[in-house]
């Protein structure tokens, strides 16, 4: 019986002035999976889930969502979908409670008032209800906007850096929402240039690179195919110099071989991504 996948994408390409921003990106999301997208800025990451999300058209490619056709039925799959984009894209000049409403209805949720209690309580956010949005935090914004997404309980949500630019208490908050999405059994992809992030959220990661996908797997196994120990030295000019190692052993020999000042810690998605690309995530 050949596997269904919630989300499969095929050999996708995008082009801005001449410049493929997503260069044949080819991937595939279990029913259920919480599946990551890491990169920097500019990578492609959001140009990928704008495609996804029926917002920009592809050069070329194709995109199966839930089993549909995502260019031939863009609208059955925007019923099944919640977004949290990028930017805060809510309506300021509405109060918390009238940014649900008028989402709600032009997404026909029903049981609309009893829904949007229901999310704000999940984001805490229902005593700011009757607030203006302009008046809310960055971080409550936020809160916001992935309770806009989470209205309609859609099977399938896309989070575009959700934690983006939020300090470490908010951004745990938002990892605890995210696990409670994983375990009704929502499928989730997630762009991310947190480490931490991808690390301790995704089932599965893609690193994506000037559009390209340079390696997919499972964090341990994208780790585990570089080593499992890292050697760190900062020289006499103040530059890094790393070596890694597949055991803790060859790790503490060379660390008596070399008698210099050193560091040991265990590889992590960074340390992967810079072998593939030569470059830090930034």
Known sequence: MKNFYMIEVKNLVKTYGGKRVVDGISFWVKKGEVFGLIGPNGAGKTTIIKILTTLVKPDEGEVFINGSNLFKEPQEIKKIIGVVPQEN????????????????????????????????????LWDRRNSLTSTLSGGMQRRLVIARAFLPDPPILFLDEPTVGLDP???????????????????IILTTHYIEEAENLCERVGIIHKGKLMAIGTPLELKEGLGRFVVEHINGD???IQWIFKTEEEA?????????????????LEDVFINLTGKRIE
């Open 252 to 268: 503490y020999k060379l660390v008596q071989e070399k008698r210099i000042p050193v560091s040991i810690r265990r590889v992590n």
């Open 169 to 187: 208490q908010i951004r745990k908050f938002i990892w605890e929402l995210i696990r409670r999405s994983k375990a009704k059994g929502k499928t």
């Open 89 to 124: 894209n809510l309506d300021r000049d509405l109060t918390v409670y009238e940014n649900l409403l008028i989402y709600g209805m032009l997404h026909k949720v029903r049981d609309l008032k009893r829904k949007i209690e229901e999310v704000l309580n999940l984001v805490e």
């Open 238 to 240: 103040g530059k890094l």
